[in-house]
Each structure stands twice: as structure tokens, then as C-alpha cells.
């Protein structure tokens, strides 16, 4: 996954407006499932150990953290015993932190789990936030999130210390000079140094693949015969992959905002470069500019920033690269548009104090100066899943064809193809994430014609990757990261339906 897709960009998003192969499918799940009242109790997997199969929950209180606060009576929080290597389930085991509020009415699904995105996204903090959206889901469903391994209260991995991180802020992620190459490419490697110092053994054990099982195991010990799902970003990738190894477990499964399965790491960042120019000119037009001299504008700013950082209301610059990531947030969702313009407007004047706020917003970063780890998870993960290394030659070779694709967002992501998992501790281990789920329930895949991070297309390569009526495909003409709760009723009623009905829509239904 290019840099783009994450778990930051979702929640700052949020904030602003108020993989691994598998030579083929489990095939122990039983079918069929109730439509109210409990759940049946679900089967334990024969292959993996009592110990696990049935730990019970102690569900208490939830506690505050370092990055939120705690999120009041109607949540619970536990942990989840999982094997550290799923190829030894009897072996060593690692603490997953789950989060659950139960259902508010009488005629209860069962569980509905949810991955926000990332990889690296935390959701045991942004699972309450996220509840007021799916307030209809929740009379009929325990909402239920989780922290994947790697991640936040799940053995959470930080490579760098806060004043590291902020010192990597100064390097050049458009080198143009030797030593700007030399630099960017030795920043590289020494992340990869203390992401492996931080997570030690886990590091081989953090992949999609693994925590699909871990959500398998999640939902035997939560006593769901079958696995109903809402994926979000990278979220619909992770449940593609839990589809395809355990297709006779899948219940209802949402897939929205569809990462591209049939894209390896540089046709990821091609996708990214083409959703976000996408979206910038959307946004240009929304504003009366013509998008090509507009984007030609926004370029030549970065061009002098990167020449002359601006000054900042604090003593920090405002870099290129700080600049590219402020535009990227706002892009993110429509209401985010004016903020741009304000921040676009005083850039131009020389004052590059807004963009840095929203670097910062998706950076994590605090008015303190502490950073979070999101980013540092996402890449463990995502490095952990991709083969591809390209080189640094061949990534120069790729340049013209990204400044071609986007001359904002296209030179960031296409030196990011090399950088992102540059001289990395530990091999990837596919090209692209196997999803095919023959045997499955319908998966709804919807897609958004306006995403900046998943472009639309990623929909329909998810949807007939799956498989002839597995993926059905929904489609929402509209902007913005997600298309459920942004606004389109067709969209959050079609969703529910099928979330609480089963009522799969017609394969291809649009919405405007």
C-alpha cells in the first residue's frame, strides 16, 4: 500500500468534518445462520487448541489511552489470546485488545466486526466514534472492533522515537540531488532498523493473512456461527482475505472504499496518484479553475516550497513534503474542500502555518510534539504483505509515467514505491492478495466514483476477484473516502438492508 492509504488520513478525515496467499479456503464453516435472536453458538475450529478456541472474554471497563479518552458506559473492552505464529497455534501467543457494545435492541444478529483501515488503524479507539453512523446497525448488532496485531494496544510497534520522527521530517521525499538520494534511501533503512528493534519476532507475524485468522479465532470466541464484517480502506482487503481462506464463515460482509486486489505495490501508488489528481480536480473545478492549469499552480507551489520552505506561526517550516501531505487530508471529503482553499491561499501568500496543521492532523502528530504510531504499523504490515521491492533505478524509470499521472501527487508516490520498504528486515510475501472466495455468501462491494485513496476501479477488480455471485458490486457517484454515512441515503439504506435483512441488491446498482 502506498503511503497515502492510511489510518491517519481516515480518522483526521473524520476529525476534520466536526495478504498474505493461501493455497485455498477453510472448509469447515457450517452454513446457514438465524436472522434474530442469539446467534447460534459457534463450532470451534478441531485443528487449533481448547486454549483457544474457548477462552472466555473477561469484557471491563475500557480505559483511556495516550491517544483517547475513555469511551464511556455502553463500551466494553477485553483481550483476545492468538497464536503469535498461526503455522504453531499451540505455540506462543500474543494479546489482541478488543472493544464491544452490545446490542441496544431485543432481536439480536450476532456480532458485526470492524476494520476502519490502515493497515495500522486502531479500532478499539475509533470504534465509539464511529458507532453514531451505524446507530441503526447497532439495534441488531454488538459493534465490535479490534486492534490487529502490530498495532496500538495489539503489541503495538513503534520504530522511532518522537524527536527521530521529527528530525525524518526534514528529509527530502523528491530527492533531487545525490545527496538527497542518499539521504531519503538511508532514512529508509533505519526505519526498517528500529521497526525490527521494536517488534523483534512479531515483525514476521504482523501480515493480512494473519490477522484474518485472528478474526476467525474472533469469531468463535464470540459465539458467531458466521462472520458478519464492515471493512473500510484497507479494511475490505483484509476481508477479502478472510473470504477467500474461510468462505463457508462468511455472513454478511461490507466492503467500502475497495483497495485494488489485482494491484501490486506500484500499480497501488499508480491507483493513488490517479484517485487523488482525480479528486484535486473535482475540487479545482468545484472552485471555478480550470483543473490543469490549477494542478499546474499547486505544483509550481510545491516546486518553490521545496526550494524555500515556508515559515510557520511556530519555529517550524512548512517542507514540500509536509506541504503535499496537508493538501492530500481536505481531499480526503468534500466538506474538507474550503479548508484547502484556505490553506492553498495562504501558502501562495507565504504563510505555510494551515498545511502544516493538517500534515500534523494526518501525521498524528499533537501540539506537543508526540507523534502516534499509526504510520509505523502501516508499514510493518504493509511490507510484511508486498513482494515487490523496486529498485532504485527502475523507480526513476517510473517517474515520467507518475509526474504524467499527477504532477502534485505523482514524483511522492512514485519515489515511495522504492523508499517505502527500502532494504526491509524481513521479505514480503505476495504480489497481490489472493480473494477469491468460491462457495461464499454475497459480499457487498461498494464503491465510490469519487475516492482519492481507493479509486473506484479497485471496486470492480474486488468484486470479480471474488467471484461470480460472491462480489456484487454497488456503486456511489459521489466524493470523498467511504460512501457509507457521507451523505447518499440510496447508499446507507441499500447497506443496511443487506446488513439487516440479507437483501443483496442487483449486481451494479448505482446511487447518486
Known amino acids: 500500500m502506498a503511503r497515502f492509504a492510511r489510518w491517519a488520513a481516515l480518522t483526521a478525515a473524520t476529525a476534520l468534518l466536526v495478504t498474505g496467499c493461501s493455497s485455498g479456503g477453510d472448509e469447515d464453516g457450517k452454513s446457514g445462520e438465524k436472522s434474530g435472536g442469539k446467534s447460534p453458538t459457534a463450532a470451534a475450529d478441531p485443528r487449533l487448541p481448547a486454549s483457544l478456541t474457548s477462552q472466555k472474554l473477561d469484557w471491563k471497563e475500557c480505559e483511556a489511552t495516550d491517544d483517547s479518552e475513555a469511551p464511556g458506559d455502553d463500551w466494553r473492552c477485553a483481550t483476545l489470546k492468538a497464536p503469535l505464529d498461526w503455522s504453531e497455534p499451540a505455540g506462543e501467543t500474543i494479546d489482541i485488545a478488543l472493544i464491544r457494545s452490545e446490542a441496544t435492541g431485543d432481536d439480536r444478529i450476532g456480532s458485526l466486526l470492524f476494520n476502519f483501515g490502515g493497515p495500522g488503524g486502531s479500532g478499539v479507539s475509533f470504534m465509539p466514534y464511529y458507532a453514531s453512523l451505524a446507530s441503526d446497525l447497532h439495534k441488531r448488532y454488538d459493534l465490535v472492533s479490534f486492534d490487529p496485531r502490530g498495532v496500538a494496544a495489539s503489541e503495538g510497534v513503534r520504530c522511532r522515537s ?136 499547486v505544483a509550481d507551489l510545491l516546486k518553490r516550497i521545496d526550494a524555500n520552505p515556508l515559515p510557520t506561526s511556530s519555529d517550524r517550516k512548512l517542507t514540500q513534503t509536509l506541504a503535499i501531505t496537508g493538501i492530500v487530508l481536505p481531499l480526503y471529503s468534500e466538506s474538507g474542500w474550503p479548508t484547502l482553499t484556505s490553506a492553498l491561499k495562504a501558502a501562495e501568500a507565504g504563510d505555510g502555518s494551515q498545511l502544516l496543521s493538517l500534515a500534523d492532523d494526518y501525521n498524528e502528530r499533537d501540539a506537543s510534539g508526540r507523534y502516534g504510531t499509526g504510520t509505523h504499523s502501516q508499514r510493518v504490515i504493509s511490507c510484511l504483505d508486498a513482494k515487490q521491492r523496486p529498485t532504485v533505478e527502475e523507480t526513476k524509470a517510473l517517474l515520467p509515467e507518475f509526474e504524467k499521472i499527477s504532477p502534485v501527487f505523482g514524483p511522492f508516490l512514485g519515489w515511495d514505491t522504492a523508499g517505502w520498504c527500502h532494504d526491509w528486515p524481513v521479505p514480503g510475501q505476495h504480489d497481490t492478495p489472493e480473494v477469491s472466495a468460491p462457495g461464499a455468501s454475497p459480499i457487498l462491494v461498494v464503491g465510490n466514483t469519487g475516492d482519492p485513496a481507493t479509486p473506484y476501479e479497485g471496486a470492480r477488480e474486488m468484486a470479480n476477484e471474488l467471484g461470480k455471485g460472491v462480489g456484487i458490486l454497488l456503486t456511489w457517484q459521489g466524493e470523498g473516502h467511504g460512501a457509507y454515512g457521507s451523505g447518499s441515503s440510496c447508499i446507507d439504506t441499500t447497506i443496511e438492508d443487506y446488513l439487516l435483512s440479507g437483501t443483496t441488491p442487483k449486481y451494479g446498482k448505482v446511487c447518486d
Open 162 to 297: 518522537d524527536q527521530e520522527i521529527a528530525a525524518a521530517e526534514s528529509v527530502d521525499s523528491t530527492p533531487d540531488t545525490p545527496a538527497e538520494e542518499t539521504a531519503y534511501f538511508e532514512d529508509a533503512a533505519d526505519f526498517g532498523k528500529g521497526c525490527a528493534k521494536s517488534a523483534g519476532k512479531l515483525m514476521s507475524h504482523v501480515s493480512t493473512t494473519d490477522t484474518a485468522r485472528d478474526m476467525d479465532l474472533m469469531r468463535q470466541v464470540l459465539g458467531d456461527e458466521k462472520m458478519h464484517y464492515f471493512g473500510i480502506s484497507y479494511g475490505t482487503e483484509l476481508g477479502g482475505v478472510y473470504a477467500h481462506l474461510f468462505p463457508k464463515k462468511v455472513g454478511r460482509l461490507v466492503l467500502d472504499a475497495v483497495v485494488d486486489p489485482s494491484a501490486d505495490s506500484v500499480d497501488h501508488a499508480k491507483n493513488q496518484a490517479r484517485g487523488f489528481q482525480r479528486a484535486l480536480n473535482n475540487y479545482l473545478k468545484s472552485t471555478g479553475q480550470d483543473p490543469q492549469q490549477g494542478t499546474q499552480k
